[in-house]
């Protein structure tokens, strides 16, 4: 059973850390405020059902209360004829008559009280929503400028400026070696790159006559 009990563990962890990382802050507060607009649709439905409940009760009161009244001049009617089996008759069922508009009242009473308990719970919810709404607003801003500063980060840590700091300088130092291969290709002293081979008469008399002279010597 331990073991189980530890692989039912890992499992769960690795799903909510899966979730964890596929939930989007903004995904998620739409979500909820869906939920939320739903559980006051509801909300709404149960009032107007329980509007239509009161206004049916109401509307059995009246009928009963004008019941009662035709009982009552039909009992009075029947003893003037003297009929008094036939007012005992509408006696009775006028006083039973009294009895169910004494319930009736009793349950229109206890609708109302429900209809006042889901009415507050609609305002307790739509105002909830509302708070939802504006507090969604601003943590919608708060989550871009998060995301916003994780891509630069994430830039940063990519790329980083001392290597891009470091490769400016390499190409900075190809550059100089470029350009002092130009200055020493183009210099007029470099003796790779004299165009004047003329050697003057003189110069090859002195030096034939400084041969001589050490001919001589020896």
Do not use: W
């Given at each position: ?27 998620m507060l739409n979500e909820y405020?869906?939920?939320?607009e739903q559980e006051l649709n ?128 390499r190409m900075e130092e190809k ?44």
């Amino acid at each position: 059973m331990g073991i189980f009990k530890r692989i039912k563990t890992i499992t769960t962890s690795g799903i909510n850390g899966l979730l964890d990382k596929t939930e989007d802050p903004i995904v998620m507060l739409n979500e909820y405020l869906r939920e939320m607009e739903q559980e006051l649709n509801k909300a709404q439905s149960a009032i107007s059902k329980q509007l239509f409940a009161e206004n049916k009760q109401a509307a059995l009161i009246a009928e009963t209360t004008e019941y009662i009244g035709q009982r009552t001049r039909q009992a009075a009617l029947a003893l003037q004829k003297g009929d008094e089996a036939a007012a005992k008759l509408a006696i009775q069922e006028k006083i039973n008559l009294e009895q169910q508009l004494s319930l009736y009242k009793q349950q229109l009473d206890a609708i109302k009280e429900q209809t006042i308990v889901l009415q507050d719970k609609f305002s307790e919810l739509q105002n909830t929503l509302n708070e939802l709404k504006q507090k969604k607003t601003v943590l919608v801003s708060r989550a871009n400028v998060a995301k916003n500063s994780k891509q630069i980060q994430n830039i940063t840590v990519s790329f980083g400026a001392d290597s891009i700091f470091r490769g400016v300088t390499r190409m900075e130092e190809k550059i100089l070696f470029l350009e002092a291969e130009v200055q020493v290709g183009g210099n007029p002293l470099n003796p790779l790159n004299s165009t004047d081979t003329t050697v003057s008469e003189e110069a090859i008399a002195d030096e034939l006559n400084k041969l001589k002279g050490e001919k001589d010597a020896i």
